[in-house]
């Protein structure tokens, strides 16, 4: 399986060409666009969204991940092995909390882009066709990085900011709901937030925080906006 | 073929999830997203709009039909067989003018949902497997419904109300064409609208209603917002 | 391969019921949705991004076009083949530029719809249906048209307006790089923009013109909107 991971948008040519690649170089795989709305240029956002949205995808599943402010420019690009599951894009961070947290993994730098490649869609010319040959092949050879080399040291193992704003105006964090138990209280914008195992145990109108089905602690307000009510948006930060 | 119809929104990792998860459990069988912005929490829009987009799919097609404010609660999950076709999702009134409107249709009562599955994206996890191994198998055997247990008594046959606007500010209604005739005139917000064929039949700015290609009743100014022109949103109601 | 080029809008139930019906008449041939939200009815702004969009399949790809404001009306369904490409939609236009620019091309006048069809829903029951069988089948025969006679003489080679907006404010133009020089400064809305070759090469917050990576002149900012920046949308002129 092939898995998109990007903030490219819907919108525009982008995730159809995207995928016109990706089956040319592995027909017959099946090619899931997962994530296209990653807060745009927002690469800590998208880092921690990772390995939470790769969970429960099967091993040999090869994930494309582009957010890439820096496309064009001199950031190498890298593949990432991580507990059987393959990862490619450019290295500016993406990787770090996956990696970190991978049981298992290995990770390899890539070639400098071809010169038929456009220098503003290396997710298109660079990262899809080598993403559909992993697919098919299931392997790759080439120049071992090591993978502290992918990691931000400065960026934490979780990271207490909201990273995401969904549909519904639910905001999703970065802090694994693992490493904390249901009795924190958070303090979201001056609101005490408790927890509730799902939406329907509060009443409607009432905010509260719960682990979301990726196991992410997530702020929202039972048939209202948490976004709206909490005064909330990406990069918003909390404390219990 | 797999089918989903939900409001979980085009944004975020929630329809890319589930359809890896049909991927996953019936690898082969083509997955559409043939509606993914139903109004938000809006069961009985949705309920209106189903059976009217399910027509003209083939029998055997598996639609996962997930509007489910109460998730994680009591409500229960089911499946229905209507006219060939089958149909998964929570039961609190999605399935009453698709099973009151079948010709032959049978009904069974899903089990509660295993205890891995996330109280907040049964979706993902308790109606896409299912959905994967029902296009698979073509069957299922398990508790018997009454097909009238699905059924919400207090609404109507038709739904005299705007069930959806679409990107063009076209307002589709619950009720069908084929109940009324072309004669007919609408008072829609103090404005009467008379019906023509389709868009090319009227002036450029002129409001009218026409049957539209999945048999509703739909108003719509040629060229340009019929929302706008008639002050219409999901939910307004409508009459002759 | 079958390829969506239109601007039904990735909402509602359009894109999904016109895929299922490909997968009907074409099992097995991959669908790519590339292109949904072309400005709406506009089809010349379609007409100038169909050939650099286009650029990249595969000889025998079939493309269903569709930006017919004229839907159930007189307005004739044509089937191009480009260069090797297939190419179905209402002829309003939206093949000028392709034709003009193909090396190798002929075309094919359709039949007027079937009685069944939806007068609102070509696109899904007139071209989808053709549109799947040539892709199974790899040749169309009927009624030949010059393909000068799907030519709009009025249009220009290419077209100095903005045709598109994306979700990050970048204006992509008709005019293609390949007509210019890198040396060509734009006279955008008052603002004097110089060529770059792509975003990392200007600094955050400067507006710049660049070779987007379908071959066309886009206006951009890095890390900024250049719609809000130089007041552009579509339909926006500029000059040299």
Redesign the interface.
Known sequence: ?L??FTD??????????V???L??HA?GV?V????S?LP??DIQAAAY?LPA?AQ???PGTVFVCVVD?????KRPGVIVRADGRWYIGPNEGLFTPLARRAKDSQCWLLPGPPASA????HG??VFAPLAGRLARDGRYSGEELATTELDRPDWPDDLWRVV?I???GNAITGLRGSVIGPDVVFNVDGHPLQHA?????VDAGEAFW?E???GLVEFAVN?GRADAVLGLRVGSEFSR
Do not use: H, K
């Open positions: 399986m898995v998109l490219f948008g819907l919108q525009g040519p982008y995730i159809g060409q995928e016109a690649v089956q040319q027909p099946p899931i666009n997962l994530f709305d745009p240029f969204l949205c429960g995808f099967m402010p820096g496309v064009g420019g456009s220098p503003s869609f298109r010319d995401y969904d549909r519904f195992r799902t939406f329907s145990e719960y979301n089905s990726s048939r």
